[in-house]
Structure formats: C-alpha cells, structure tokens
C-alpha cells in the first residue's frame, strides 16, 4: 500500500510539473506574440516591454555585446528607424526548453516583411520569471 501512495504522489507531482511548464510556454508566446504587434507597428518601446529592463540585459548579434535595456532600445532605434525598416515581424517558435525553474530558452527564427526588402534569421533568447513577469534577460540574434 506504500508503494501504491508513493507512485501516486510521484504521479501527481509529474502531472504538476507539466501543467506547470505548459502555463510557462504559454505565458512566454504570449509575450512574444504582443513583441511582433508592437514591432509590426512600429512601436520598439513597446517591443522592448518584453526584455529585462536592467543594464544586465545582453543582446548578442553581429556587433557583438550590447548590455543594457537602453543601449539595446537605441540600436533598434538606429537600425529600424522607420515603418518601412522595421516592416512587419513574424517569429516562427522551433523550440522551448526549460533550463530551471522560472527560466527557459526558446529559439526560433524571425521574419521580417519589409518594402525595402525582407529579413529573415535565428534567435535564442533566454526568459526569466522576474517579479510575477517573464522577461528575456538574453538575446542572441542573427
């Protein structure tokens, strides 16, 4: 009878776990999904609601390291300074990953709809559940 309980609790406990994660995986796309409408719109403020806003925050790209929610919001600014640079954003979701509690990694690609021609590449970011929010604290793109 021990060893009915014991499998049950242990039962339950993985059930919890992956409902768990679910909600996680489902509260991170929805963050991204509310980063592709304000991007879409032009709106990079509102884009960047989703990151850390912390000078700690890392974005990795072709110029290298860049730290910090303001030095990541000026590069966006610079390099998509208008509607016809910034176009419409689509993020295609290949992957995520748990790596503890209350921190994934998704990785997956962007598409860019422009007038001034498309973009397309590969992302990994890293989300933190940081006060009641997920927030990317990490950002590697090409």
């Known amino acids: 009878m021990k060893k009915l309980f014991t499998l049950f609790i242990l039962i339950i406990s993985f059930n919890s776990e992956i409902i768990a994660q679910s909600k996680d995986k489902q509260e991170i796309i929805a963050v991204m999904k509310q980063q592709e409408a304000a991007w879409s719109k032009h709106d990079l403020e509102g ?33 998509y300074p208008t509607k016809d640079h910034s176009g419409t954003l689509n993020f295609k979701i290949n992957s995520i990953t748990q790596i503890e509690n209350n921190s994934y990694y998704v990785m997956g690609e962007y598409h860019l709809t422009r007038k ?27």
């Not at 929010?133 to 793109?141: G, L, P, Q, V, Y």
């Open 47 to 79: 884009f960047m609601q989703g990151y850390w806003k912390s000078d700690s925050l890392k974005f990795y790209g072709s110029n290298g390291i860049t730290y910090g929610w303001k030095k990541t919001l000026d590069n966006y600014k610079k390099g």
């Open 116 to 142: 001034i021609g498309n973009a397309n590449g590969v992302f990994m970011i890293i989300f933190k559940k940081i006060n009641g929010e997920w927030k990317i604290i990490a950002d590697t793109s090409c």
